[in-house]
């Protein structure tokens, strides 16, 4: 039986990046990222051409694995659609309940990348625009009269749920609060029928 081989200095280097970004935020140092993974500055730049393309890489990488979970967070929860949104709420209660949660990696790296331009911000917006899709499905499935607007509420819940489980730790964690207000999205009914006019009333 032989020993796994090492991963090499490109997959050394995200994943310390995917670590050290998350448990101390993107502004961390080259250095410390390249003592970590253990290799030489030029490995940064030939795989990433610098640190903005790795931070970029590592979101992009961290969008794929945290799309998987919601979808396996929804499937495992059945056909409804009522309850698979219900569940993703559940789960980021319990996830932002945990000792080691440090809060959402993209929330926090839209406020810490000041630059418009920094690559790290497309990723985030299309790992949002791939969670409104998910959730406009089920709300689609589910008959809401506004299925796109219901996403972005859910999206807003889900930023505020998970800020507030980084931001306030030791406090109540805010997973109760938060299933509500769930519940008041998925279950709001049809908007109420326009008031008919006097004029044309029988």
């Known amino acids: 039986m032989t020993a796994s081989a090492r991963p090499g200095p490109r997959e050394r280097l995200l994943l310390a990046a995917q670590e050290l970004t998350y448990t101390h935020g993107v502004g961390v140092g080259v250095d410390s990222l390249l003592k970590a993974a253990d290799v ?16 970029a890489e590592v979101l992009r990488r961290s969008t794929a694995e945290d ?18 949104l219900l569940a993703v709420v559940d789960q980021l209660g319990r996830i932002a309940a945990g000792p080691d949660f440090r809060g959402c990696r993209y929330l926090a790296a839209d406020l810490a990348l000041t630059d ?11 790992y949002r625009r791939t969670l409104h899709g998910l959730f406009t499905d089920e709300f689609t499935a589910l008959g809401h009269p506004r299925p796109d607007f219901a996403a972005d509420q859910l999206l807003i819940l889900v930023d505020g749920l998970l800020a507030a489980g980084a931001a306030r730790p030791e406090d109540r964690p805010p997973a109760a609060a938060a299933r509500e207000l769930a519940e008041h999205i998925v279950d709001a009914g049809p908007p109420a029928a326009a008031t008919a006019d006097p004029a044309t009333a029988t």
């Open 67 to 84: 799309v998987a979970k919601y979808r396996a967070t929804m499937d495992a929860a059945g056909d409804d659609p009522r309850t698979r």
């Open 116 to 126: 418009q331009e920094h690559p790290g911000h497309e990723v985030t917006r299309a």
């Open 40 to 55: 030489a500055r030029r490995s940064l730049y030939e795989h990433f051409g610098g640190k903005d393309g790795l931070i």
